[in-house]
């Protein structure tokens, strides 16, 4: 054999080695989750019906589950499988509901511990993971916003039962997440408007009803947002109308919102003359993974 033969032999087994190396390399480190093909929308639809009438389950801990149990191949999820793993998530303790912590839930499906270490690794996947990705990533208007609201709106979760995804889309819609001129000049998030009860500074403004009708009134004005926040739960509970359609009675964010349109909060309805203020405001809070900010503070404090 040439000297030539010889080192062209010794490239091809170099080469062969490297790509075995590679291959092993990426079986051992390559444990992300398979993002591409979550249906989001399945895994956030199944939470919402398990949760409705009872607490919100988080549907990223489902998907988590989802991609140990089916080895990331999710085309093997199928929903009767997916229901189940959700009421897992659901202590019924005669009538009375809690939610359960996902390591007991890892231990009732008898994960082993390198199991339960992907299902965690697989959460920090998701984290920025979503119906909307963007809206998600920290730094984006919507997150700043939502990071902004939080404290406040869990404090009025603890106090009135307004649950903090529907305050955050209550606050993000009536604002424009903020940015509106109602809420930069006069820090009023909801567009409450100042009725006889309201004794501080008054701001007249356009604003729009039902469809396309646009007319003048008078808005509160608060010295900052918290205010605006605080002024929010104490409006929906001393207004009588609330209360008689349950908005405080309801666990789920859309329950509560259907609630909130019930007892009259926005005139806004479509071309059709239909009423859309609780389509609007579950779209905010799935689009925005603000369920999940649910999921938090009902664990806590059920």
Same mark, same amino acid.
């Given at each position: 054999?040439? #000297?030539?033969?010889?080192?062209?032999?010794?490239?091809?087994?170099?080469?062969?080695?490297?790509?075995?190396?590679?291959?092993?390399? /990426?079986?051992?480190?390559?444990?992300?989750?398979?993002?591409?093909?979550?249906?989001?929308?399945?895994? +956030?639809?199944?939470?919402?019906?398990?949760?409705?009438?009872?607490?919100?389950?988080?549907?990223?801990?489902?998907?988590?589950?989802?991609?140990?149990? /089916?080895?990331?191949?999710?085309?093997?999820?199928?929903?009767?499988?997916?229901?189940?793993?959700?009421?897992?998530?659901?202590?019924?303790?005669?009538?009375?509901?809690?939610?359960?912590? +996902?390591?007991?839930?890892?231990?009732?499906? $008898?994960?082993?511990?390198?199991? !339960?270490?992907?299902?965690?690794?697989?959460?920090?996947?998701?984290?920025?993971?979503? &119906?909307? =990705?963007?809206?998600?990533?920290?730094? =984006? @208007?919507?997150?700043?916003?939502?990071?902004?609201?939080?404290?406040?709106?869990?404090?009025?979760? !603890?106090?009135?039962?307004?649950?903090?995804?529907?305050?955050?889309?209550?606050?993000?819609?009536?604002?424009?997440?903020?940015?509106?001129?109602?809420?930069?000049?006069?820090?009023? &998030?909801?567009?409450?408007?100042?009725?006889?009860?309201?004794?501080?500074?008054?701001?007249?403004?356009?604003?729009?009803?039902?469809?396309?009708? @646009?007319?003048?009134?008078? $808005?509160?004005?608060?010295?900052?947002?918290? !205010?605006?926040?605080?002024?929010?739960?104490?409006?929906?509970?001393?207004?009588?109308?609330?209360?008689?359609?349950?908005?405080?009675? =309801?666990?789920?964010?859309?329950?509560?919102?259907?609630?909130?349109?019930?007892?009259?909060?926005?005139?806004?309805?479509?071309?059709?003359?239909?009423?859309?203020?609780? #389509?609007?405001?579950?779209?905010?809070?799935?689009?925005?993974?603000?369920?999940?900010?649910?999921?938090?503070?009902?664990?806590?404090?059920?």
């Amino acid at each position: 054999m040439t #000297k030539n033969n010889k080192k062209r032999k010794w490239i091809k087994y170099l080469i062969i080695i490297l790509v075995l190396l590679c291959s092993t390399r /990426y079986f051992i480190f390559n444990n992300n989750i398979d993002k591409n093909k979550i249906n989001v929308r399945l895994y +956030i639809n199944t939470s919402d019906e398990v949760s409705k009438g009872k607490l919100q389950v988080n549907w990223k801990y489902l998907a988590a589950i989802d991609a140990v149990r /089916y080895k990331n191949d999710f085309t093997k999820v199928n929903s009767k499988d997916l229901k189940a793993l959700a009421n897992k998530f659901i202590i019924n303790d005669k009538g009375k509901y809690r939610l359960k912590d +996902i390591d007991k839930v890892l231990d009732e499906l $008898f994960l082993n511990e390198k199991d !339960k270490k992907k299902v965690y690794s697989y959460l920090e996947d998701l984290k920025y993971i979503g &119906l909307v =990705s963007k809206n998600l990533k920290e730094g =984006s @208007v919507n997150r700043k916003f939502i990071n902004k609201l939080t404290p406040e709106a869990i404090k009025l979760y !603890k106090k009135y039962k307004i649950l903090p995804s529907v305050t955050i889309a209550q606050a993000a819609l009536e604002s424009n997440w903020g940015k509106s001129k109602l809420a930069s000049k006069s820090n009023n &998030l909801f567009g409450i408007k100042a009725d006889k009860s309201w004794t501080g500074k008054v701001v007249t403004m356009e604003t729009k009803e039902f469809y396309d009708k @646009v007319i003048n009134d008078k $808005f509160r004005v608060y010295e900052n947002v918290d !205010k605006s926040l605080q002024d929010y739960g104490k409006f929906l509970i001393e207004n009588k109308r609330y209360k008689k359609y349950g908005v405080f009675l =309801s666990n789920h964010y859309i329950e509560q919102a259907q609630a909130i349109e019930k007892s009259g909060y926005s005139t806004v309805e479509n071309k059709d003359g239909e009423k859309i203020y609780a #389509k609007l405001l579950i779209d905010i809070i799935k689009e925005n993974d603000l369920q999940i900010i649910d999921n938090k503070v009902e664990a806590e404090y059920h």
